[in-house]
């Protein structure tokens, strides 16, 4: 049972890596190949188009491991992510970067599977905390990625890339050799028209006690958003940091967020129930974010990571509730359509967050955080009228 889990974890930290070892470099990278200053847009878009590949993809993956089998349709995502990398070390103009980013939002697609396995292997019981572990081991990623995107990015804005495809590589060949199949393929023929992204969307509708929880998923992926689309720009106009201090200070952001899922989440359930678990989340990414709207000095940020690492307990006890709302043979399409879900957030977001930083960066650059501040307000209301179900039935069975 560990040899597997280890082969999820690390694919979570990848791609987690994978998203965030862009974040330090791409204002740079952007500036490289438009010769253009003012490279917001561009951000937003490289952003949204990576997203629009998971909403696409990861109902797909997440369908095809339910009929295939987990294993195959991990490997081969492992393996486009290393080729991917290489062709991204070497894209010299932006239509190829945007090709790049594109492939490597197919290929974290996977992730609706590596949660899928997850649910495969792990009893009722013991799914809240290996959920906070997954969600830990995604903060690892954005300790690595960031950092590593930042510290080898100051010496040559393509190496981040090179350092990524040799990381996949090492999974893939990790995975090949340990990996099991988590469960017994489906025979049945596969619907080429269940591979339709909105189609699992359609599908969320018509079970009862589905779309409250899918709406909340969204409304969280909403809040992230704004952090790998504007981070950079943020810390750079606000306290002119370089590629390594936005690293560094990501790369904080992940080591407290890491330790608070770790270590908090399964007794933070235990004592105050998984919507209080939402709320207290949510009330301390709030009070954090407003010290970064209103900073003056760079360490202030540093200095309020622990609280905000708190906003990341509510998710994982979202998870483990999800997963009771469908049976056993149906987890791959409702990961799937989660994830979807939380891509479909991460097309629309980017684009809306840039765009409200082009309108305040000149005058207020910390306005950002208070649009965030607004997001988590309108969900406190959703969270609080959550009923939880028993597991559904799909109708159309």
């Known amino acids: 049972m560990k040899q597997p889990l280890i082969v999820i974890f690390a694919t979570v930290v990848l791609d987690a890596v994978g998203i965030g070892l862009v974040f330090p470099i791409l204002p740079a990278l952007l500036r490289d190949v438009t010769h253009a200053d003012n490279v917001v847009s561009h951000i937003g878009i490289m952003t949204a188009l990576y997203a629009l590949m998971q909403f696409i993809f990861a109902p797909v993956l997440g369908s095809l ?46 992730i609706s599977v590596a949660t899928a396995y997850i649910t495969d292997i792990s009893p009722e019981d013991k799914r809240a905390r290996r959920f906070g572990l997954f969600n830990a081991m995604f903060g690892i990623g954005f300790i690595v990625g960031p950092v590593l995107g930042g510290a080898l990015g100051d010496h040559w804005l393509r190496l981040p890339f090179i350092a990524a495809a040799v990381l996949n590589a090492c999974n893939l060949l990790l995975a090949f050799f340990v990996l099991p199949e988590s469960r017994t393929p489906s ?86 129930g998984e919507r209080a678990t939402i709320l207290t989340g949510m009330a301390g990414a709030c009070v954090a974010l407003t010290v970064m709207a209103f900073a003056t000095q760079g360490w202030m940020i540093f200095a309020i990571m622990p609280v905000f690492a708190l906003g990341g307990l509510g998710a994982p006890a979202l998870q483990s509730l999800a997963t009771r709302q469908v049976d056993e043979n149906q987890q791959g399409r409702f ?20 765009s409200f930083y082009f309108l305040v960066r000149a005058q207020w650059p910390g306005a950002i955080w208070l649009a965030v501040i607004v997001a988590y307000a309108i969900m406190v209301p959703l969270v609080l009228g959550l009923r939880f179900a028993k597991p559904a039935v799909d109708p159309t069975m």
């Open 65 to 110: 491991s339910d009929r295939l089998g987990r294993r195959p349709v991990l490997l081969l995502s492992l393996a486009g992510a290393t080729v991917n990398y290489l062709f991204l070390a070497f894209a010299p103009n932006l239509w190829m970067l945007l090709l790049g980013r594109a492939i490597a939002g197919l290929s974290s697609a996977n």
């Open 187 to 272: 025979r049945e023929k596969i619907d080429l028209a269940a591979l339709n992204p909105l189609r699992p969307l359609r599908w969320v509708f018509s079970v009862k006690g589905l779309l409250p929880i899918t709406v909340i998923f969204f409304l969280f992926s909403a809040t992230g958003e704004v952090y790998g689309t504007c981070w950079a720009l943020w810390g750079n106009d606000s306290f002119r940091w370089n590629g390594l201090w936005i690293g560094l200070s990501l790369g904080t952001f992940g080591v407290c967020q890491t330790l608070a899922q770790m270590f908090l989440t399964g007794p933070a359930v235990s004592l105050l």
């Open 335 to 354: 990961q799937g359509v989660l994830a979807s879900v939380v891509s479909l957030a991460s097309i629309i977001c980017p684009l809306a967050f840039s």
